[in-house]
Antibody, heavy 127, light 108 residues
Framework: VRLVESGGSVVQPGRSLRLSCAAS????????IHWVRQAPGKGLEWLAV????????YYADPVRGRFNISRDNSKNTLYLLMNSLRPEDTAVYYC?????????????????????WGQGTLVTVSS | EIVMTQSPATLSVSPGETATLTCRAS??????LAWYQQKPGQAPRLLIY???TRATDIPARFSGGGSGTEFTLVIDGLQSEDFAVYYC??????????FGGGTKVEIK
């Protein structure tokens, strides 16, 4: 089971960036996948989750309306489109698999556990 | 949103000793609590889920306990590879998933 993030770079405030998370070693379309970030020297912050079928998505308040999660099950890949980037979005961005399925707020989502994680990709928002 | 609080922020322990980490939730999370280990420059790794169930390949020296709002992670006989930052995370009432601020276990 492996997740590999890519797409991180240095970007100016206000610009957009798309991250990718390539999965291998498991049946990608059977699992919800999350994005989590970690600012330099700080703790972990959950950002978003997408259901296994791609029909349902949820976001943390700081990124709702700016970030968009999507997935292409034919390519075993999850994406995070980040718009209107701010300096405070500077962080390492991780994708993580949710190992199970359960009903969450009326929607078939994950269990809420994160296992495994990718190695992360660094996004730096700076002028 | 459920707020998770970990203590202490830093724990200094000698190799071979026992480390006890605490995590508190602002409201009950039942047993829907996970612990993660993160070493410098690495991604987090799931250690414990369901408050007390070790994840795959996690050594028996790691044990989790508690329910409701108070949880502990105990590491018996600390080994050199155990010095890291540990995070708790609730998945009882989500989204959002929420993490504690972390406890750094350092060599005394």
């Amino acid at each position: 089971v492996r997740l590999v993030e890519s797409g991180g770079s240095v970007v100016q405030p206000g610009r957009s960036l798309r991250l990718s998370c390539a999965a291998s070693g498991f049946n990608f379309r059977s699992y919800p996948i999350h994005w989590v970030r970690q600012a330099p020297g700080k703790g972990l912050e959950w950002l978003a989750v997408m259901s296994r079928d791609g029909l349902n998505e949820y976001y943390a308040d700081p990124v709702r309306g700016r970030f968009n999660i999507s997935r292409d099950n034919s390519k075993n890949t999850l994406y995070l489109l980040m718009n209107s980037l701010r300096p405070e979005d500077t962080a390492v961005y991780y994708c993580a698999r949710d190992p199970g399925i359960t009903l969450v707020r009326g929607v078939m989502l994950g269990l809420g556990r994160l296992d495994p994680w990718g190695q992360g990709t660094l996004v730096t928002v700076s002028s | 949103e459920i707020v998770m609080t970990q203590s202490p922020a830093t724990l200094s322990v000698s190799p071979g000793e026992t480390a006890t980490l605490t995590c508190r939730a602002s409201q009950t999370v039942g047993s829907n609590l996970a612990w993660y280990q993160q070493k410098p420059g690495q991604a987090p790794r799931l250690l414990i889920y369901g408050a007390s169930t070790r994840a795959t390949d996690i050594p028996a020296r790691f044990s989790g306990g508690g329910s409701g709002t108070e949880f502990t992670l105990v590491i018996d006989g600390l080994q050199s590879e155990d010095f890291a930052v540990y995070y708790c995370q609730q998945y009882n009432n989500w989204p959002p998933l929420t993490f504690g601020g972390g406890t750094k276990v350092e060599i005394k």
